[in-house]
């Protein structure tokens, strides 16, 4: 289907925006949601600020996206589907790491005593400011989970090597990216930061348990190389 699909559209750009529109209302809402809910939870984010983390999150799928059809376009002599299945390994690895790394960040955080304000608080301060302006770990979760092939951009990829120049893959996928971006995940992770801020009192636990589903999220893809997913 996915093989098919692209061709019988005339404009393959848009085709590649459809393909993305069509993964990002189905499949790929539910596969991201576990990580953005467990990260806005952790980080006690607010509607405002979820709804800039998940832009962030879907940043940097998009990214990665494009990267990989730069990788496509300059390497398509090697593309086949047995490259992607030890490419994939890789991928969950990279993934599991970073999610694991950050729901341990998240769980062992200290905050400094409210009262004074040390050295150690200056430089929470100043973390917190750029925070503000760019979540690192957000575009970081959402890169490394962009690197993880689902089926139709493996799909799509396997098209794109039929195409001629570089431009055209790198395009195509940061567009099928875009696409998977314009999806009810963002909804979903303002919603969630709307529905913390009525539960202030259990904050501090909700963050914790959150930050431990992440880590234990972070397994889970190591056990999906073992399984050989």
Not at 13 to 35: D, E, K, N, R
Not at 107 to 128: F, I, Y
Request: aromatic share 14%; with cysteine; hydrophobic share 50%.
């Amino acid at each position: 289907m996915i093989m098919t699909m692209l061709p019988q559209i005339g404009n393959p750009y848009l085709a590649s925006l459809v393909l993305g529109l069509f993964y990002g209302l189905t499949s790929c809402t539910s596969t991201c949601i576990p990580y953005v809910i467990s990260y806005i939870a952790g980080i006690k984010a607010g509607f405002r600020k979820s709804i800039i983390v998940t832009s962030i999150y879907n940043l940097g799928r998009v990214i990665a996206y494009a990267l990989i059809g730069v990788l496509i376009g300059l390497f398509k002599m090697f593309v086949s589907e047995a490259f992607f299945f030890t490419y994939q390994k890789f991928a969950f690895a990279a993934f599991g790491i970073t999610i694991t790394f950050i729901g341990v960040s998240i769980l062992l955080r200290k905050k400094p005593p409210s009262h004074t304000c040390n050295e150690a608080c200056v430089n929470l301060n100043v973390q917190e400011g750029m925070n503000k302006k760019f979540d690192v770990r957000a575009f970081l979760m959402g890169f490394t989970r962009g690197l993880v092939l689902c089926p139709p951009f493996v799909g799509f990829l396997l098209y794109s090597t039929t195409l001629s120049g570089l431009g055209d893959s790198v395009i195509q996928a940061a567009l099928f990216g875009v696409g998977t971006a314009i999806s009810p995940l963002l909804f979903l992770g303002g919603a969630t930061g709307w529905l913390l801020n009525k539960a202030p009192l259990f904050s501090g636990w909700i963050s914790k348990i959150a930050a431990v589903v992440l880590i234990l999220l972070g397994f889970n893809m190591f056990l999906n190389i073992f399984v050989g997913r």
